[in-house]
């Protein structure tokens, strides 16, 4: 079972930033892309960014554009997740996530693997 080791959460003032960084506890072809969800309290789990590992398409929700960029490092088979000009509505756990098939990364059902989350708190 492959684990999804995350870090770089934690406090920051609005405006700041943060990177979130996850990799896979082991190496294994079998994925295919990966993807970072948020979850704020009493809301659902959302999608927030999106990248194959292969190809340069990388896919994000409309309220992070502009402001996060998710990229990779194939040869550290790490997805990063540059968080800039951080808003109080940005703080949720943030989750990494891993595919093994093609659905579309912009849906939780497309992923197979999951991070424990990670802490992300924007004060005012």
């Known amino acids: 079972q492959v684990q999804l080791v995350e870090s770089g959460g934690g406090l920051v003032q609005a405006g700041g930033s943060l990177r979130l960084s996850c990799a896979p506890s082991e190496r294994t072809a079998s994925i295919t892309g990966m993807g970072w969800f948020r979850q704020a309290p009493g809301k659902e789990r959302e999608f927030v960014a999106g990248i194959r590992w292969s190809g340069t398409t990388t896919y994000s929700q409309d309220s992070v554009k502009g402001r996060f960029t998710i990229s990779r490092d194939n040869l550290k088979k790490t997805v990063y997740l540059q968080m800039n000009s951080l808003k109080p509505e940005d703080t949720a756990v943030y989750y990494c996530?891993?595919?093994?098939?093609?659905?579309?990364?912009?849906?939780?059902?497309?992923?197979?693997?999951w991070g424990q989350g990670t802490q992300v708190t924007v004060s005012s």
């Open positions: 996530a891993a595919a093994r098939g093609f659905a579309a990364l912009t849906t939780a059902t497309a992923y197979d693997y």
